[in-house]
């Protein structure tokens, strides 16, 4: 299916790996431009921007100045996704979560989409028309202790998304989130990833934290970002043009209720 992002510039967060660079590969296949926002750029971003149409932002998106970059350095808006974020694991209960730590995992999983999204919006209302694809997480529906900061903002970003798309959907933009469960990236499966960090609290191998996560999913697998990608993609495409203000789950059937 021809999903018409031909020249269409798509800005990406968090895309130096996992789910977010799955996401920049799927937006070029489909022949948009991509304008990726990392930390840093990673190899694999580096060598895309050598051959794909693809620019690279380095910096926190936690940083106004770099937010105000991403949009210059776009200048023509279609697609936001805003994809950056991070899942820190508490395995030693909420007492010993600091206000700091509360800070810093809202900062980057709420508020920096949230100003990246009030940076973006004067552009897309200047074309009429827009499109703004959050990658949230099942523990907006599911929330958990094991990640009790992380689950809250992500609720708190699902509830904004879901308020956006009443907002704008008239003034031709649209708001829709794509909700993983567990995914096979670094995040989960890194060395600092939520299964290294509970094997280590619990004196548990992380691969059997994995494949325990696994198991709780019917399909029995993590999906993977190209999964992932290719619904934020979909999402982003006009020819889902009334597909607003909804919350995609992909979890391998994981949430145990509609």
């Not at 995609?248 to 509609?258: A, E, N, S």
Request: charged letters at 20%; glycine letters at 10%.
């Amino acid at each position: 299916m021809e999903l018409d992002l031909n020249s269409r510039t798509a800005v990406v967060t968090g895309a130096g790996r996992g789910i977010g660079l799955a996401i920049c590969e799927a937006f070029l296949a489909e022949g948009a431009r991509v304008v990726a926002n990392s930390l840093s750029t990673s190899a694999a971003l580096g060598d895309l921007s050598q051959t794909a149409d693809l620019s690279v932002v380095e910096g926190d998106v936690t940083d106004a100045k770099v937010r105000r970059r991403l949009v210059s350095v776009a200048d023509r808006i279609d697609v936001l996704v805003n994809n950056a974020g991070i899942a820190p694991a508490r395995p030693h209960g909420f007492v010993e979560i600091s206000e700091s730590d509360w800070r810093g995992t809202f900062d980057l999983d709420l508020f920096a989409a949230i100003s990246l999204i009030r940076e973006v919006l004067p552009v897309m209302l200047g074309s009429g028309a827009g499109v703004v694809v959050t990658v949230g997480s099942l523990n907006a529906r599911l929330p958990d202790p094991l990640v009790i900061d992380y689950s809250a903002a992500k609720a708190a970003l699902a509830s904004a998304t879901k308020s956006l798309s009443k907002a704008y959907a008239p003034l031709g933009i649209r708001f829709n989130s794509v909700d993983p469960g567990p995914v096979a990236t670094d995040l989960w499966k890194g060395e600092h990833g939520v299964a290294a960090t509970v094997g280590r609290a619990t004196a548990n191998d992380p691969e059997d934290v994995v494949r325990q996560a696994a198991a709780a999913m019917p399909t029995g697998r993590f999906s993977t970002p190209e999964e992932v990608a290719t619904l934020v993609v979909l999402l982003s495409s006009p020819k889902l043009a009334n597909v607003n203000g909804a919350g995609f789950v992909i979890d391998g059937g994981m949430q145990p209720t509609l």
